[in-house]
């Protein structure tokens, strides 16, 4: 069974910087694409970064300048560097990882930034 474990969440305050990471578990070796969402108190689930199949990454265009995705070359294992950050970020951070036609979440791990 696959299952994606997230870490790095906390409190900070604004200005500062986290890093996220997400690694797979269960006997995966690879996955076919990774990302990270995240879900605000009130909102629905955002996409915030994705790591393709093909290697490349894509950033929803609020946080291409401040936070950037990273992972292995076997797609087990994303991470999320996030620099300046603001109140705004403030929500529960989720690893999103895909296996053919299979869609795999994490648990989330909250991430709350103070003024």
């Known amino acids: 069974q696959v299952q994606l474990v997230e870490s790095g969440g906390g409190l900070v305050q604004a200005g500062g910087s986290l890093r996220l990471s997400c690694a797979a578990s269960g006997g995966v070796f690879s996955l076919d694409a990774m990302g990270w969402y995240r879900q605000a108190p009130g909102k629905q689930r955002e996409w915030v970064a994705y790591?393709?199949?093909?290697?490349?990454?894509a950033y929803a265009d609020s946080k291409r300048a401040r936070f950037a995705l990273s992972g292995d070359s076997a797609k087990n294992r994303v991470y999320l560097q996030m620099d300046s950050l603001s109140p705004e970020d403030t929500a529960v951070y989720y690893c999103?990882?895909?296996?053919?036609?299979?869609?795999?979440w994490g648990q989330g791990t909250q991430v709350t930034v103070s003024s």
């Open positions: 999103y990882g895909r296996l053919g036609r299979l869609d795999y």
């Open positions: 790591l393709h199949s093909s290697g490349t990454t």
